[in-house]
């Protein structure tokens, strides 16, 4: 594996966020992209360099003043294409952004809905040990249930990390007092 790509990726992505916090106003950014490319190399046996660094990569241009241009010149045309792929339209509304990635997770290549789905699960795990400071219960329960849709509506494509993701959203469910996915 290329280490140096994904140090790399890490490094820019640590210099861009530095001044932001999580939802929850406490954690430090970079502690998120950081657990997506962990739990992919962790959870998922990912090994692809290019697939980990645009998960450490994969909220620089969405939140940052970062341009797909300086990821490209930086990180190369396959970091890129990922990033793009898990970047929200910001001209479209939060409601609109959320239903064009339901809508479109079944288009996402492979290493795209890699990412997206150890991205859920880092939110997903956050809706309970580090929740948005100003989320009522009922918005964390929407939000979870906004990932399972997407989650479900992604191709196959690992294993191990979809039955991670089910896994965490069984434990949320549980936390937010919610009706358990499993059938009885
Ligand atoms: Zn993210």
Same mark, same amino acid.
């Given at each position: 594996m290329n280490q140096l790509l994904l140090l790399q990726a890490i490094a820019f992505a640590t210099q861009k966020h530095r001044t932001q916090r999580r939802k929850d106003g406490k954690? =430090?950014?970079?502690n998120h992209p950081v657990h997506v490319a962990l739990i992919l190399a962790?959870?998922?046996?990912?090994?692809d360099a290019e697939v980990l660094a645009a998960a450490a990569l994969h909220d620089t241009v969405e939140d940052t003043d970062t341009t797909f241009e300086e990821i490209e010149a930086h990180f190369g045309a396959g970091v890129r294409s990922l990033v793009e792929e898990v970047t929200?339209? !910001?001209? *479209?509304?939060p409601q609109a952004q959320k239903q064009y990635q339901v809508d479109h997770?079944?288009? *996402?290549s492979r290493g795209a809905a890699l990412i997206r789905i150890a991205d859920k699960t880092s939110n997903v795990t956050d809706l309970y040990e580090a929740p948005a400071k100003n989320w009522t219960v009922e918005r964390r329960q929407k939000y979870l249930v906004w990932a399972e849709t997407m989650v479900n509506e992604c !191709? =196959?494509? !690992?294993r191990a990390l979809e039955d991670n993701f089910w896994a965490i959203a069984e434990k949320a469910r549980e936390q937010l007092g919610m009706r358990s996915n499993k059938v009885a």
């Open positions: 954690t =430090p950014y970079i962790d959870i998922g046996g990912v090994e929200d339209d !910001n001209t *479209l509304s997770a079944s288009d *996402l !191709n =196959p494509v !690992n």
